[in-house]
T-cell receptor, first 115, second 111 residues
Framework: DGGITQSPKYLFRKEGQNVTLSCEQN?????MYWYRQDPGQGLRLIYY???????QKGDIAEGYSVSREKKESFPLTVTSAQKNPTAFYLC??????????????FGPGTRLLVL | KNQVEQSPQSLIILEGKNCTLQ??????????LRWYKQDTGRGPVSLTI?????NTKSNGRYTATLDADTKQSSLHITASQLSDSASYIC??????????FGAGTRLFVKA
Protein backbone atom coordinates (compact mmCIF):
# COMPACT_ATOMS: atom_id res chain seq x y z
CA ASP A 1 0.00 0.00 0.00
CA GLY A 2 1.50 3.33 -1.05
CA GLY A 3 0.89 6.48 0.88
CA ILE A 4 1.58 8.56 3.95
CA THR A 5 1.13 7.22 7.44
CA GLN A 6 0.99 9.19 10.65
CA SER A 7 1.10 7.85 14.16
CA PRO A 8 -0.33 7.86 16.65
CA LYS A 9 -3.89 8.85 15.69
CA TYR A 10 -4.36 10.45 19.14
CA LEU A 11 -1.64 11.73 21.45
CA PHE A 12 -1.86 13.16 24.94
CA ARG A 13 0.75 15.53 26.30
CA LYS A 14 1.36 16.47 29.90
CA GLU A 15 2.60 19.89 30.95
CA GLY A 16 6.32 20.35 30.29
CA GLN A 17 6.56 17.22 28.16
CA ASN A 18 8.00 16.91 24.68
CA VAL A 19 6.13 14.61 22.29
CA THR A 20 7.04 13.35 18.83
CA LEU A 21 4.62 12.78 15.97
CA SER A 22 5.62 10.28 13.32
CA CYS A 23 5.22 10.74 9.56
CA GLU A 24 6.34 8.14 7.03
CA GLN A 25 5.85 8.04 3.24
CA ASN A 26 6.69 5.38 0.67
CA UNK A 27 5.82 7.53 -2.35
CA UNK A 28 9.46 8.44 -2.99
CA UNK A 29 8.60 12.14 -2.69
CA UNK A 30 11.42 14.55 -2.00
CA UNK A 31 9.38 17.24 -0.24
CA MET A 32 7.56 16.81 3.06
CA TYR A 33 5.54 19.22 5.19
CA TRP A 34 3.97 19.62 8.62
CA TYR A 35 0.77 21.61 9.08
CA ARG A 36 -1.33 22.51 12.06
CA GLN A 37 -5.13 22.72 11.73
CA ASP A 38 -7.27 24.59 14.26
CA PRO A 39 -11.07 24.96 14.15
CA GLY A 40 -12.21 27.80 11.89
CA GLN A 41 -8.73 28.38 10.49
CA GLY A 42 -6.87 27.31 7.40
CA LEU A 43 -3.92 24.95 7.63
CA ARG A 44 -0.77 26.69 8.83
CA LEU A 45 2.71 25.56 7.84
CA ILE A 46 5.02 24.57 10.69
CA TYR A 47 8.09 23.17 8.90
CA TYR A 48 8.93 21.82 5.49
CA UNK A 49 11.76 19.87 3.94
CA UNK A 50 12.62 19.87 0.24
CA UNK A 51 15.36 17.27 0.54
CA UNK A 52 17.00 14.91 3.01
CA UNK A 53 19.07 16.61 5.74
CA UNK A 54 17.52 19.99 4.99
CA UNK A 55 14.42 21.69 6.41
CA GLN A 56 13.01 25.19 6.70
CA LYS A 57 10.77 26.98 9.18
CA GLY A 58 7.22 27.68 8.13
CA ASP A 59 4.88 30.36 9.43
CA ILE A 60 4.48 28.99 12.98
CA ALA A 61 7.69 27.08 13.79
CA GLU A 62 8.13 28.34 17.36
CA GLY A 63 7.87 25.51 19.89
CA TYR A 64 8.37 22.81 17.26
CA SER A 65 11.37 20.94 15.87
CA VAL A 66 11.88 18.46 13.03
CA SER A 67 14.50 16.22 11.49
CA ARG A 68 14.89 14.71 8.02
CA GLU A 69 17.51 11.99 8.26
CA LYS A 70 15.76 9.72 5.78
CA LYS A 71 13.77 10.52 2.65
CA GLU A 72 10.73 8.61 3.85
CA SER A 73 10.56 10.01 7.39
CA PHE A 74 9.84 13.50 8.75
CA PRO A 75 9.07 13.40 12.50
CA LEU A 76 7.75 16.47 14.31
CA THR A 77 8.54 17.16 17.96
CA VAL A 78 6.20 19.40 19.92
CA THR A 79 8.32 20.86 22.70
CA SER A 80 7.28 22.23 26.06
CA ALA A 81 7.89 25.70 24.60
CA GLN A 82 4.72 25.32 22.51
CA LYS A 83 2.14 26.74 24.93
CA ASN A 84 -0.98 25.89 22.95
CA PRO A 85 -0.29 22.56 21.27
CA THR A 86 -3.84 21.20 21.16
CA ALA A 87 -4.62 20.83 17.44
CA PHE A 88 -4.89 18.43 14.52
CA TYR A 89 -1.48 17.89 12.91
CA LEU A 90 -1.20 16.96 9.24
CA CYS A 91 1.86 15.69 7.42
CA UNK A 92 2.12 15.91 3.64
CA UNK A 93 4.52 15.00 0.91
CA UNK A 94 4.59 16.36 -2.62
CA UNK A 95 5.73 15.79 -6.16
CA UNK A 96 5.89 18.00 -9.24
CA UNK A 97 4.35 16.90 -12.53
CA UNK A 98 5.87 17.56 -15.95
CA UNK A 99 4.05 20.87 -16.09
CA UNK A 100 5.69 21.97 -12.86
CA UNK A 101 2.49 21.77 -10.81
CA UNK A 102 3.02 20.47 -7.31
CA UNK A 103 0.51 18.08 -5.76
CA UNK A 104 0.51 17.51 -2.01
CA UNK A 105 -0.67 14.22 -0.55
CA PHE A 106 -1.76 14.32 3.07
CA GLY A 107 -1.56 11.76 5.83
CA PRO A 108 -4.54 10.89 8.05
CA GLY A 109 -3.46 13.28 10.81
CA THR A 110 -2.63 13.12 14.52
CA ARG A 111 -4.83 14.81 17.10
CA LEU A 112 -2.78 16.16 20.01
CA LEU A 113 -4.48 16.89 23.30
CA VAL A 114 -3.03 18.44 26.43
CA LEU A 115 -3.84 16.82 29.78
CA LYS B 1 -1.43 40.24 2.11
CA ASN B 2 -2.00 36.78 0.62
CA GLN B 3 -5.29 35.34 1.82
CA VAL B 4 -8.11 32.98 0.88
CA GLU B 5 -11.66 33.46 2.13
CA GLN B 6 -14.40 30.88 1.80
CA SER B 7 -18.14 31.12 2.15
CA PRO B 8 -20.38 29.97 3.60
CA GLN B 9 -18.69 28.65 6.75
CA SER B 10 -21.18 25.80 6.84
CA LEU B 11 -24.03 24.55 4.70
CA ILE B 12 -26.80 21.99 5.16
CA ILE B 13 -28.49 20.49 2.09
CA LEU B 14 -30.78 17.54 1.36
CA GLU B 15 -29.45 14.49 -0.40
CA GLY B 16 -29.83 14.79 -4.17
CA LYS B 17 -29.69 18.59 -4.22
CA ASN B 18 -26.96 20.70 -5.82
CA CYS B 19 -24.84 23.27 -4.02
CA THR B 20 -22.11 25.80 -4.75
CA LEU B 21 -19.25 26.80 -2.47
CA GLN B 22 -17.39 30.08 -2.91
CA UNK B 23 -13.75 31.07 -2.63
CA UNK B 24 -12.23 34.55 -2.96
CA UNK B 25 -8.47 34.79 -3.08
CA UNK B 26 -5.94 37.58 -2.85
CA UNK B 27 -2.69 36.02 -3.95
CA UNK B 28 0.13 37.57 -5.89
CA UNK B 29 1.61 36.38 -8.10
CA UNK B 30 -1.02 33.73 -8.69
CA UNK B 31 0.06 30.26 -9.79
CA UNK B 32 -2.85 27.88 -9.29
CA LEU B 33 -5.94 27.15 -7.21
CA ARG B 34 -6.91 23.79 -5.82
CA TRP B 35 -10.00 22.43 -4.07
CA TYR B 36 -9.61 19.72 -1.44
CA LYS B 37 -12.17 17.50 0.30
CA GLN B 38 -11.46 16.68 3.94
CA ASP B 39 -13.51 14.06 5.75
CA THR B 40 -13.77 14.47 9.52
CA GLY B 41 -10.59 13.34 11.25
CA ARG B 42 -8.77 12.65 7.97
CA GLY B 43 -6.29 14.43 5.74
CA PRO B 44 -7.44 16.54 2.75
CA VAL B 45 -7.69 14.92 -0.67
CA SER B 46 -7.28 16.94 -3.87
CA LEU B 47 -10.39 17.32 -6.06
CA THR B 48 -9.33 19.78 -8.76
CA ILE B 49 -6.49 22.10 -9.73
CA UNK B 50 -6.69 25.09 -12.07
CA UNK B 51 -4.11 27.55 -13.37
CA UNK B 52 -4.96 31.12 -14.37
CA UNK B 53 -5.61 30.02 -17.98
CA UNK B 54 -8.29 27.48 -16.99
CA ASN B 55 -11.79 28.54 -16.04
CA THR B 56 -13.45 25.21 -15.35
CA LYS B 57 -12.40 21.73 -14.26
CA SER B 58 -14.57 18.73 -13.45
CA ASN B 59 -14.03 15.64 -11.34
CA GLY B 60 -17.14 13.48 -11.43
CA ARG B 61 -19.96 15.36 -9.69
CA TYR B 62 -17.57 18.14 -8.65
CA THR B 63 -17.05 21.12 -10.99
CA ALA B 64 -14.71 23.95 -10.10
CA THR B 65 -14.67 27.33 -11.83
CA LEU B 66 -12.06 30.05 -11.76
CA ASP B 67 -12.36 33.73 -12.68
CA ALA B 68 -8.84 35.13 -12.63
CA ASP B 69 -10.09 38.66 -13.24
CA THR B 70 -12.31 38.81 -10.15
CA LYS B 71 -10.11 36.34 -8.22
CA GLN B 72 -13.03 34.11 -7.43
CA SER B 73 -13.51 30.37 -7.59
CA SER B 74 -16.49 28.15 -6.93
CA LEU B 75 -17.00 24.45 -6.37
CA HIS B 76 -20.33 23.07 -7.60
CA ILE B 77 -21.53 19.70 -6.33
CA THR B 78 -24.23 18.01 -8.37
CA ALA B 79 -26.76 15.52 -7.04
CA SER B 80 -25.25 15.47 -3.56
CA GLN B 81 -24.74 12.22 -1.68
CA LEU B 82 -24.41 11.53 2.04
CA SER B 83 -20.72 10.80 1.45
CA ASP B 84 -20.24 14.39 0.29
CA SER B 85 -20.54 15.50 3.92
CA ALA B 86 -17.09 16.92 4.61
CA SER B 87 -15.08 20.13 4.71
CA TYR B 88 -14.10 21.63 1.36
CA ILE B 89 -10.91 23.64 1.38
CA CYS B 90 -9.85 26.18 -1.24
CA UNK B 91 -6.07 26.54 -1.60
CA UNK B 92 -4.21 29.16 -3.62
CA UNK B 93 -0.57 28.91 -4.57
CA UNK B 94 1.70 31.82 -5.39
CA UNK B 95 4.38 31.96 -8.04
CA UNK B 96 6.86 31.88 -5.17
CA UNK B 97 5.53 28.45 -4.18
CA UNK B 98 3.78 29.68 -1.06
CA UNK B 99 0.53 27.85 -0.31
CA UNK B 100 -2.39 29.66 1.32
CA PHE B 101 -5.27 27.61 2.73
CA GLY B 102 -8.81 28.82 3.24
CA ALA B 103 -10.62 27.93 6.47
CA GLY B 104 -12.99 25.63 4.58
CA THR B 105 -16.73 25.21 4.16
CA ARG B 106 -18.33 22.49 6.26
CA LEU B 107 -20.99 20.70 4.18
CA PHE B 108 -23.66 18.52 5.78
CA VAL B 109 -25.81 16.39 3.47
CA LYS B 110 -29.01 15.12 5.11
CA ALA B 111 -31.10 12.15 4.03
Amino acid sequence: DGGITQSPKYLFRKEGQNVTLSCEQNLNHDAMYWYRQDPGQGLRLIYYSQIVNDFQKGDIAEGYSVSREKKESFPLTVTSAQKNPTAFYLCASSIRDRGGQETQYFGPGTRLLVL
Amino acid sequence: KNQVEQSPQSLIILEGKNCTLQCNYTVSPFSNLRWYKQDTGRGPVSLTIMTFSENTKSNGRYTATLDADTKQSSLHITASQLSDSASYICVARTGGFKTIFGAGTRLFVKA
